[in-house]
DNA sequence: GCCGTATCCCCAACCACAAATTCGC
DNA sequence: TTGCGAATTTGTGGTTGGGGATACG
């Protein structure tokens, strides 16, 4: 199949937003089974306007559908592709209208008649398949179990999904045009299965093993978004493979790197547990990925703190994962040019398919992709500046103002040794 | 080469409070 | 859905103390 089957979640931008942080990360790039998860919590999500993602940009909601091509473009990548020749102009092409609530298979296929595969039974009660996701004891994952407590996963809403083989083979990732959301459905683009395929457990769409490369794991690891400096970027890239086994490879393995928290299995219940990620160790060299969950970068680059400290925190909500990241060692200043930029950022960013958040996928980067990227990353490094970047000018107007004990803010009236202003000291 | 001490350097923590954000109605 | 007030959280800079790195005898 060569549709992506990503849904872009149009968020508030259709509605008035308090802030423009709001809107940003409000952008999101689910997959269906995701999608449905998401905006199934509640009468407000549910209201949010969603679409397919541009199969070519992968960033942006899609408008058109290009019968022709048989791909979801978004307006730019509509314009760039048929706008300027005459020879694609004339393709047929067809309106993707948003839609939102959560609509049944068959609804998604009539609204969207060139997606004939989803009319295949994809059940339409959102609360009825929310709140039956489960945890499989042995696998440690989470799946849409059907109705009735009747567990009969060959019937359940996944493994409808799976058998639509609605994963794009060659974007497996979609980064959204904020690059805030990401939603990781592991690529089955290996066809002949090796280690580094995902091997699929219990049929969810964002349930999958993925089994890679130790090495690979750590050669592809990017880090997005989050104004992370590397001074010594050997430990990102695989110069140093034996220093960045190191982080792995000691007595906490990956969860030493990953900050991951795993609740206990034993304890879950179907409502509980749902969407409890569960990372094994590259000992182990495999990985196993409850569900694709979106994830706001935003919010990790709102702490431009002097150490960077990446958390992709889940919060344990249901039919969530529950992942968190931490880099607590890499330090460095950023600034707003870092996000765009670093070579950790642009790739996911863009939604560039070689590139993952914890190299969960391994292997395919090019050799040229990876020294374009290094060679970028070097020069950035060169022209890095470390300022610090200054989010409020008027907290920092008030701060400069502000009186002192030994640099620390004492109350207003309190005896002070330092007045900015007089630049003198009292006592 | 090893050990103890001195020095240097880096950085997290601390503080108050206005602004920003969230929450409840 | 919107608006408003209350409650909560966030961010800001100068100084300091602790700890790691380095130098030296």
């Known amino acids: 199949m060569e549709e992506c089957f990503w849904f872009f979640w149009l968020g508030r931008m259709n509605a008035?937003?308090?802030?423009?942080?709001?809107?940003?990360?409000?952008?999101?790039?689910?997959?269906?089974?995701?999608?449905?998860?998401?905006?199934?919590?509640?009468?407000l999500s549910r209201r949010h306007s969603r679409t397919l993602v541009c199969g070519r940009c992968n960033a942006q909601p899609a408008v058109i559908r290009c019968i022709e091509e048989s791909v979801s473009l978004c307006q730019n990548c509509d314009w760039n592709g048929h706008g300027g020749s005459a020879m694609v102009s004339g393709h047929k092409r067809q309106t993707i209208n948003c839609y939102s609530g959560c609509p049944s298979a068959a609804e998604l296929s009539r609204m969207w008649p060139f997606l004939q595969n989803l009319s295949s039974g994809v059940e339409s009660d959102?609360?009825?398949?929310?709140?039956?996701?489960?945890?499989?004891?042995?696998?440690?994952?989470?799946?849409?179990?059907?109705?009735?407590?009747?567990?009969?996963?060959?019937?359940?809403?996944?493994?409808?999904?799976?058998?639509?083989?609605?994963?794009?083979?060659?974007?497996?990732?979609?980064g959204s045009s904020s690059g805030s959301a990401l939603c990781p459905l592991p690529s089955t683009a290996d066809p002949a299965g090796s280690s580094h395929s995902v091997i699929e457990k219990l049929g969810c769409p964002g349930i999958k093993e993925i089994e890679f490369n130790k090495g690979d794991f750590y050669a592809d690891f990017n880090v997005d978004d989050v104004g992370l400096t590397f001074e010594n970027y050997e430990e990102l890239f695989s110069a140093s493979h034996s220093q960045a086994s190191h982080l792995f490879d000691d007595d906490g393995g990956i969860d030493s790197f990953f900050d991951i928290r795993e609740a206990s299995a034993a304890n879950s219940d179907c409502q509980d547990l749902v969407g409890q990620a569960h990372l094994i160790s590259p000992g182990e060299e495999k990985i196993t990925q409850a569900t694709c969950h979106a994830v706001s970068t935003d919010a990790l680059m709102s702490n431009p703190g002097k150490k960077a400290d990446l958390s992709l925190s889940f919060p344990p909500r249901k039919a969530h994962s529950n992942i968190s990241l931490s880099f607590s060692s890499l330090t460095g200043d950023s600034n707003g040019g870092d996000y765009q930029d670093c070579v950790?950022?642009?790739?996911?960013?863009?939604?560039?398919?070689?590139?993952?958040?914890?190299?969960?996928?391994?292997?395919?980067?090019?050799?040229?992709?990876?020294?374009?990227a290094v060679m970028r990353y070097k020069e950035k490094k060169k022209a890095r500046k470390f300022d610090k970047k200054i989010r409020y000018a008027s907290r920092k107007a008030m701060a400069e103002v502000r009186r002192r004990v030994k640099g620390r803010f004492v109350k207003a009236g309190e005896a002070y040794d330092y007045d900015p202003l007089a630049q003198t000291r009292s006592c």
């Not at 008035?16 to 940003?24: F, I, L, S």
């Not at 863009?350 to 395919?364: D, N, R, T, W």
Request: proline share 6%.
């Open 344 to 372: 950790v950022s642009s790739m996911l960013l863009m939604g560039e398919p070689q590139c993952f958040v914890a190299g969960l996928e391994s292997s395919s980067l090019p050799i040229v992709t990876r020294d374009s």
């Open 126 to 174: 959102c609360e009825q398949g929310l709140g039956l996701m489960t945890i499989d004891e042995n696998s440690v994952s989470n799946c849409w179990e059907p109705s009735g407590g009747n567990i009969n996963r060959d019937t359940s809403f996944p493994q409808k999904v799976k058998d639509l083989e609605i994963i794009d083979k060659q974007n497996p990732w979609i």
């Open 16 to 43: 008035p937003a308090k802030t423009q942080e709001h809107r940003r990360s409000d952008a999101a790039s689910l997959c269906l089974f995701c999608d449905r998860n998401v905006h199934s919590a509640n009468a």
